[in-house]
């Protein structure tokens, strides 16, 4: 699954058509053009900053966030997420900074 594969199962997931801002997401404009990311010069997702974007949902659709193997910072606190944060996070070795505060997910904490 490619990034852009990944990043269209987010928008789906977390109700993308509601979003504040979703400029150029899922069209055939290339990710670096997508509100919210930076790519690397090897086109990979270096980061996604959705802050404030209404995403709402579950992020447990996401299966493969592993994939996303060139990412170190994710940010997508102060939306409407719920159920639980999904493990695969934990997973990502790249990870330097992730900020899902201020959603509403249940379950025991854990730090990343």
């Known amino acids: ?10 928008y789906r997931s977390t109700k993308g058509k509601f979003w504040l801002r979703k400029d150029n997401w899922i ?8 509100f919210g990311l930076t790519i690397n010069s090897s086109g990979h997702v ?11 949902e579950s992020l447990n659709n996401v299966l493969s966030w592993r994939m996303l193997s060139n990412i170190h910072t994710v940010c997508l606190s102060e939306n409407s997420l ?10 990502m070795k790249s990870i330097e ?13 854990n730090s990343y």
């Open 1 to 10: 699954m490619s990034d852009k594969e990944l990043l269209i199962e987010l």
């Open 27 to 34: 069209s055939a404009e290339p990710c670096r053009r997508w």
């Open 46 to 56: 270096t980061v996604i900053n959705l802050r404030r974007n209404h995403l709402q």
């Open 82 to 91: 719920n159920g639980q944060i999904p493990p695969q996070i934990g997973d």
């Open 97 to 109: 900074e992730l900020d899902l505060s201020w959603n509403e997910f249940i379950g025991k904490s």
